[in-house]
């Protein structure tokens, strides 16, 4: 028995992409979704263990997040799970605001409280996702800058208060092509112009991201940690002559 990696949001794009390059390192899987039923084919392909969570939902959290640890510990921790939101600040209501932050941000402080022991146990690593537009400052992101500058400060006070003993950090993407993105890139047109607004000429894919998850979640990245890892083609620091 090893101990496992858990990966909540698994049935989305970058988690599922994780829990496949984890797989081929030969972890063992704790994969949680909404509904566990979404994971059944990634299951059988990496032989996970899978959980029906709702991450907004503090026993639930304690409860199935329990089921994880079976004696050694917990290994990683990567939480997956996250919104995308815009709307104007004179459109956006308190509501908005709310449960933005219990599922980008809440949640993540939930799942790291009920697995810190394990975490300890086994010196594991913790990834938790921003947003490029944290640092940038986007029109319409008032919402989800919100919830996701949260999950940074979140990153840098976890990283503080686990330490040594376990590794925090974040990974703040560009637009990347999963399910919560797909009305942004719904239109050819849209696409486009959403890949042209990074120097790398694209939009991100879930591989891109789970790349650099999979890195921070393994002992290469040993010295790292309380950071903000931005994997956004470029996006947050570079102009181009075609921006």
Not at 50 to 71: H, I, W, Y
Not at 139 to 150: D, E, P, Q, W
Not at 181 to 188: H, I, V
Request: charged fraction near 20%; include cysteine.
């Amino acid at each position: 028995m090893t101990a496992p990696v858990v990966i909540l949001g698994a049935n989305g794009g970058i988690g599922e992409a994780l829990a496949r390059r984890m797989a081929e390192r030969g972890a063992d899987l704790f994969l949680t979704a909404r509904d566990a039923d979404s994971l059944a084919d990634l299951a059988e392909a990496t032989g996970a263990r899978t959980a029906s969570l709702d991450v907004t939902d503090p026993d639930a959290v304690a409860e199935v997040l329990g089921q994880a640890d079976s004696g050694d510990g917990i290994a990683g921790l990567a939480y997956c799970v996250g919104s995308i939101v815009l709307k104007p600040v004179k459109s956006a209501t308190p509501e908005d605001y709310l449960d933005t932050f219990r599922l980008n941000t809440l949640g993540a402080v939930l799942s790291v409280k009920a697995l810190e022991d394990g975490l300890k146990k086994a010196g594991g690593s913790v990834v938790l996702f921003s947003t490029v537009a944290v640092q940038q400052g986007f029109s319409n992101h008032t919402v989800i800058s919100t919830a996701k500058g949260g999950v940074e400060g979140l990153t840098r006070a976890l990283a503080a208060e686990l330490a040594p003993e376990v590794r925090v950090n974040a990974i703040a993407p560009s637009i990347t092509e999963t399910g919560i993105a797909g009305k942004l890139l719904s239109s050819e047109q849209m696409a486009k112009g959403l890949a042209n607004m990074h120097p790398r000429g694209r939009y991100g894919q879930p591989d891109d991201v789970a790349a650099m998850a999979a890195m921070l979640l393994g002992g290469d990245a040993d010295w790292i940690t309380g950071q903000v890892v931005a994997v956004d083609g470029g996006r947050g620091a570079l102009r181009t002559r075609n921006q």
